[in-house]
């Protein structure tokens, strides 16, 4: 596995964007020059991510979520080596 997260990644299994590999390894986001740790999914190369609305959930039980613009940071919190060896 690289040492750069994918360009887009969601936390949500039902999503095609979602990769359990990469959330095991743990992602951290700078969103605006800030870390953010409430991202339900991002897009490096679109300049957006997702956030959970309050406690708002759709008719489905899904968290209600807002798109946000700007720019966009992901790196992975844990180096790949350190999962192999557990």
Avoid: C
């Amino acid at each position: 596995m690289s040492d750069t997260p994918p360009d887009r990644l969601s936390i949500n299994p039902k999503s095609p964007h979602f990769d359990q590999q990469a959330l095991q390894r743990g992602v951290g986001i700078r969103f605006k020059g800030a870390e953010r740790k409430d991202v339900e999914e991002y897009s490096i190369s679109e300049g957006w991510i997702r956030v959970a609305l309050g406690k708002k959930v759709d008719r489905h039980g899904q968290p209600l979520t807002i798109k946000l613009s700007g720019p966009v940071e992901a790196w992975y919190e844990q180096g790949g080596d350190q999962n192999e060896a557990e």
